[in-house]
């Protein structure tokens, strides 16, 4: 019966995380629907909780042309990547790291998108910001640099912000901010806070909890089976 348990156990775990993604989605419209952070108050909240989901207006100015791009991503089954650029916010703050949006990758992996970076002048973006989640395979940043168009290009594997401020020589702030509106740019912002839905979570609980229930009723006849073959005491 250690198969019967195992799938229950899966099952039970499925549940768990459903309850808890239930939990975040309703955090997050919590979040989307409070007023936005200013950038102070974002970097001290997240020096001790996640602040995905937090709405955050920020005056800004780009620190350079150069643009970051995060490999291996899908939006809509086509794959490609996500561009960012930094921008600053005062002298003395952590630059942020500003979405620009996903752009499709040629088969060919030498050529990269054409992409115009935001001008530097002073803009005030308005958006949500996100943490993505740490990858346990790999947190490496495995990043290329390239030159294009009069600007750097990096492409990197992984958004871990401590190794890319690392790259660029200057502190990051530990979150990203997608905006609701890009100055120049009309890019795609997919928005994926939740990888599985707690809808996900228990459909996949009901689909280990029907296997345990299907395990259980075949063991339960190959044992009415047995037990109807095997021979029974001469009583006299």
């Given at each position: ?25 309703t ?17 001290n909240?997240a ?28 939006h ?39 992409l ?13 910001v ?21 600007h750097e ?10 190794a890319?401020a690392?790259?660029?020589g200057?502190?990051?702030?530990p ?62």
């Amino acid at each position: 019966m250690s198969v019967f348990s195992i799938l229950v156990k899966l099952g039970l775990w499925q549940l768990d995380r459903a309850e808890y993604k239930q939990a975040w989605q309703t955090t997050l419209a919590e979040r989307q629907a409070a007023s936005a952070l200013d950038y102070q108050s974002l970097l001290n909240l997240a020096n001790n909780d996640p602040v995905t989901g937090y709405r955050l207006t920020v005056d800004t100015i780009a620190v350079s042309e150069q643009i970051l791009l995060l490999d291996n991503q899908v939006h809509n089954g086509q794959v490609g990547y996500l561009a960012y650029q930094l921008v600053k916010v005062s002298e003395s703050q952590p630059w942020l790291m500003v979405e620009l949006g996903f752009v499709g990758a040629n088969k060919d992996r030498r050529i990269l998108p054409a992409l115009t970076p935001m001008p530097n002048q002073p803009y005030e973006l308005t958006g949500r910001v996100y943490q993505k989640q740490t990858n346990p395979l790999s947190e490496a940043l495995y990043a290329e640099t390239f030159s294009m168009n009069n600007h750097e290009v990096i492409r990197f594997q992984n958004l871990n912000l401590v190794a890319l401020a690392e790259k660029v020589g200057h502190e990051l702030a530990p979150a990203v901010l997608q905006p609701d509106v890009t100055p120049t740019m009309t890019l795609a912002k997919p928005w994926t806070p939740i990888p599985l839905s707690a809808q996900k979570h228990q459909g996949y609980a009901l689909q280990w909890f029907t296997m345990a229930a299907v395990f259980l009723g075949l063991m339960l006849w190959i044992g009415f089976k047995t037990l109807k073959k095997s021979p029974h005491p001469i009583t006299k």
